[in-house]
């Protein structure tokens, strides 16, 4: 009787662990977090990043909010989240809004520094996988806020026919300004109803551009306590007089970004300036209808020159300490070469780990994709893309409308220098 | 003294109105005092703490180059927009409510792009506008107009918006007309015949136009009101540029309350253009009103 008991107690209560076993899977086992990224094109390679991760981490489920339509509009929605305690568990803000998000979250306690997890996994993994100049992009004030994920400087995409027919050769693109500006009025010469060069900062979506072509020539926007312009000096002068002459010598028309690239891909333009990370965008919208070519960004400076870094980090946001592990693990994977191999292969960003461009991962994709070498050439030139803080995407319109009016000769190129740059210093105060 | 019947009366009705009361407090009332409110602040959007300023951003308001530069330009976007709204939507309306057989038709043909959604369609404008790869442009080019640049010409962006609005809009009013048309009694313009009025045009000035005034009123209402409120061409199309030729009130608004994050200076300027909604509306419904002959 005693036993027959026993096993019906024992059954009793394997059923009832039974019954109560996908409670705790989903109760311990499972965590859910909550991601939001910019852009909503990047869900595609968002979405198989986080199908590879889960593979990796079963116990681990990401669920993505809508995106954000632009970094600004998730810089806005994070600020808006931050109120109201709604903050995802992570998310990837861009690295111009990051040092304003990075303060005003810290100011709450509402981001974590990845300092002390990085600390823990060792310094081998931190050398093995980052380099310092990319790690410098997530930093601010001094701590590791973000861990950087796309990073992308912009380059060169032309069309070899335009530049052949105009007498260049298409295999030794410019490596100076100079050069380029001569190969766009040859184009022009050639192709009256085309434009030579375009190099739309009258209408990119940023300033990102702008920087570039200070960068390039050894300038910095700010001065290095952040607190002043600094680009009112020999490269920031010799960069605006580039802008006016885009127009006057190479037949640049003043046109909106996209409309750029549609014209571009129609083959009315010869060389354009823009963002790796549209390569597979532009190499789209091309079609078959020239063997599209890319180039690095022309540098003036050998020393001091480079190009401003675009992308986007990892941070966490979490404020359930439970989660933090989690995050970690998936803020790890996405800056892991597994991840990277999927981001850049379907962007034609530059991979943010250093062992992604190895063989397993990246190396024949590189040799297939040969466009995608360009932006990879020149990630030793990486600049931090400055940030003017609060007030920065109002002085990018300000900055926006001057050049516009310099690249159309309504103002000569160094008068509009100086009012960009005191305008830039009056409304960083304010 | 008032009885108990219609003490508990007047009890019951304010028990019955309270919902409808309470609603419209939470849903209209506080939202506008919270925004007067924070127009009083330098608060930004994040920020921790903030602090009064009392009526600083009205001040700053209209010394700002920008907004007034927004101003403007929202004055002339009305301006061009509004005269042919409003009587090229009486004009359609006048000409279909003749047809038979195809005012079905036509009527569909100018509703199209009301229903159509601005942002989609901002594609399809933007292609038709592209100043190399356009039909817009080509057609400009082949009247011998030499090359036009219809969107990033400074001198021409408002103007283009402007009849982009209109496109959008015509087809709206036209309706709104043709309900109004068809509500005319025919025997007004059998009387009107009798009494010696023979040519459409004394049948339009003595019959059509007086008893259109309700209709014409609020078509000219909605109309300036909607053509204030010009925001999605502007994001879709120009964002604002080129150097600012097409920066609206509500796009500077958006940009600062949204962009820039200066929740109060935003606060503000709402205030300064809900302030010039109600005014306008105001005088045209007083001047129109004195004009207008309800049947």
């Known amino acids: 009787m005693t036993t027959i008991t026993t096993t019906r107690r024992a059954t009793l209560a394997a059923a009832a662990g039974a019954l109560a076993m996908p409670a705790i899977a989903t109760g311990q086992g499972q965590i859910t977090l909550d991601v939001l990224f910019a852009n909503p094109s990047f869900a595609r390679f968002f979405h198989p990043i986080a199908e590879a991760f889960q593979r990796a981490n079963p116990d681990i489920r990401i669920a993505f909010r809508q995106p954000a339509p632009s970094y600004d509009d998730q810089h806005q929605a994070l600020l808006r989240a931050a109120l109201t305690n709604q903050l995802p568990d992570v998310t990837f803000p861009g690295f111009n809004r990051l040092p304003e998000l990075a303060r005003t979250l810290a100011q709450r306690g509402q981001i974590l520094d990845l300092g002390p997890l990085m600390a823990a996994e060792g310094p081998k993994w931190r050398a093995e996988n980052f380099s310092e100049r990319i790690l410098a992009l997530g930093q601010v004030d001094g701590r590791q806020y973000g861990l950087p994920f796309n990073a992308s400087s912009p380059i060169a995409y032309y069309n070899p026919e335009l530049v052949a027919r105009a007498g260049g050769d298409p295999d030794a693109f410019p490596t100076s300004w100079e050069g380029v500006i001569a190969l766009g009025a040859r184009i022009k010469a050639a192709f009256p109803q085309a434009m030579g060069v375009s190099y739309y900062i009258n209408s990119f979506d940023s300033d990102w551009l702008w920087q570039a072509l200070v960068h390039q020539g050894g300038g910095r926007m700010l001065t290095p306590a952040g607190d002043a312009p600094a680009f009112g000096d020999a490269a920031g002068q010799a960069a605006i007089q580039l802008a006016r002459r885009f127009v006057t010598e190479a037949g640049m028309g003043l046109i909106g970004a996209d409309q750029n690239r549609q014209q571009f891909a129609t083959g009315g333009i010869g060389i354009i300036f823009d963002s790796p990370a549209r390569l597979a965008v532009i190499t789209g919208l091309v079609g078959g209808r020239f063997p599209l070519r890319t180039a690095p960004f022309p540098i003036t400076d050998q020393e001091r020159g480079g190009v401003p870094t675009g992308g986007n980090a990892a941070v966490i946001t979490t404020r359930d300490p439970a989660k933090r592990e989690a995050c970690w693990r998936y803020v790890r994977f996405s800056a892991g070469p597994e991840a990277q191999k999927i981001a850049v292969e379907l962007t034609g960003y530059l991979p943010t780990n250093r062992r992604a461009e190895a063989e397993e991962y990246l190396g024949a994709w590189y040799r297939q994709n040969p466009n995608a070498l360009a932006a990879a050439r020149q990630a030793d030139r990486s600049l931090p893309w400055e940030d003017y803080g609060a007030n920065g995407p109002r002085i990018h319109r300000m900055q926006q409308e001057i050049l516009t009016a310099v690249m159309r000769g309504d103002i000569p190129p160094l008068v509009g220098l100086e009012r960009m740059v005191a305008q830039t210093a009056q409304l960083m105060r304010a | ?295």
């Open chain 2, 1 to 295: 003294m008032t009885s108990p019947q219609a003490r508990r009366e007047a009890l019951a009705g304010t028990l019955f109105a309270l919902p409808a009361l309470a609603l419209m407090l939470a849903l209209l009332i506080a939202p506008l005092a919270a925004l007067i409110l924070l127009s009083l602040t330098d608060y930004r959007l994040g920020a921790v703490a903030l602090r009064f300023v009392g009526f600083a951003h009205y001040a700053e308001l209209f010394g700002d180059e920008v907004f007034r530069r927004a101003l403007r330009n929202t004055l002339l976007y009305v301006a061009l927009v509004l005269p042919g709204a409003v009587f090229g939507g009486l004009g359609l309306a006048l000409l279909l409510r003749a047809r038979r057989r195809s005012r079905p038709f036509y009527e569909v043909a100018y509703f199209l792009p009301v229903t159509a959604t601005l942002v989609a369609m901002a594609t399809v404008w933007q292609f038709m506008l592209h100043p190399a790869l356009g039909p817009v442009s080509a057609l400009l080019r082949g009247l011998g107009l030499g090359h036009v640049d219809l969107l990033n010409d400074p001198e021409l962006a408002l103007l283009t918006l402007a009849l982009i609005g209109l496109w959008q809009l015509l087809g709206f009013n036209m309706v709104l007309f043709l309900a109004g048309l068809s509500a005319i009694p025919r025997e007004l313009y059998e009387a009107a015949a009798l009494d010696g009025a023979r040519s459409g045009i004394d049948r339009f000035l003595r019959v059509t136009w007086p008893m259109l005034g309700p209709t014409t009123m609020f078509v000219t209402i909605t109309s300036t009101i909607t053509a204030f409120k010009v925001f999605d061409t502007v994001v879709v199309l120009t964002r604002g540029g080129p150097m600012g030729a097409t920066e609206t009130l509500l796009y500077v608004l958006y940009l600062e309350g949204f962009q820039y994050f200066r929740t109060g200076y935003a606060a503000a300027m709402t205030v300064v253009l809900l302030g010039f909604l109600v005014l306008l509306s105001l005088l045209q419904a007083r001047t129109i009103e004195r004009r207008v002959h309800y049947a």
